[in-house]
C-alpha cells in the first residue's frame, strides 16, 4: 500500500514572485552565496539552466550539521504562476528516507499580499516515516532568506 502525502507551506513575501522564481530557476547556484549555512552549491550537471528536463545537483545542510546531497529534474515551468517543479531523483531523501519526492515552488497574490508557496510529494515506504516537517522549515527559512536578499537590493 502506498502511502502517499502532501505538505504545503505558504510564507508571505515582500519581493515579489518573479524574481525568487527567476532566483531559483535561472540563478540557483546564487542561493548558495545567499544563505550559506543552509546550501553550500547547487551545480548543473545536464541541459540548460532552468529548462525543463535540465539536472541539478544541491549541496546543502539540512539536520545535524550533516551535508547532504539532492540531484533534482526540473520538471515544469510555469511563468504565469512563477511556478517550478522539481523531482528528485537522487540523494538521501529518495535514497534513504522517501520512495519519492517532489518539491514544487509557486507563487500566489491573494487579499493584496504575495506568497510564496512551498508543496512537497512524496511516498514513504511505511507508517514510522514522518511527514517532512522539518524539510519543510528548512525550505521556508531558504524562501525568507532569498526574499530578504532580493528586497534589500
Given at each position: ?16 514572485g518573479k524574481v525568487l522564481h527567476d532566483l531559483l530557476r535561472h540563478s540557483a547556484n546564487d542561493i548558495s552565496s ?47 504562476n512563477h511556478k517550478i517543479v522539481f523531482k528528485v531523483i537522487e540523494g538521501e531523501i529518495v535514497e534513504k528516507i ?56
Open positions: 500500500m502506498a502511502l502517499i502525502g502532501t505538505l504545503i507551506g505558504k510564507i508571505e513575501i515582500s519581493s515579489g545567499i544563505c550559506p549555512s543552509k546550501v553550500h552549491a547547487c551545480n548543473l550537471l545536464s541541459g540548460r539552466r532552468g529548462d525543463v528536463g535540465s539536472t541539478i545537483v544541491w549541496h546543502f545542510t539540512h539536520e545535524d550539521g550533516k551535508e547532504q546531497t539532492a540531484t533534482e529534474i526540473i520538471e515544469e515551468i510555469d511563468e504565469t522517501y520512495k519519492a519526492f517532489k518539491i514544487t515552488f509557486h507563487c500566489e497574490q491573494k487579499d493584496g499580499k504575495q506568497w510564496g508557496i512551498w508543496t512537497m510529494e512524496f511516498e514513504r515506504p511505511d507508517t514510522s516515516v514522518p511527514y517532512p516537517t522539518s524539510f519543510m522549515d528548512y525550505l521556508w527559512g531558504i524562501l525568507k532568506d532569498m526574499d530578504d536578499h532580493a528586497s534589500s537590493k
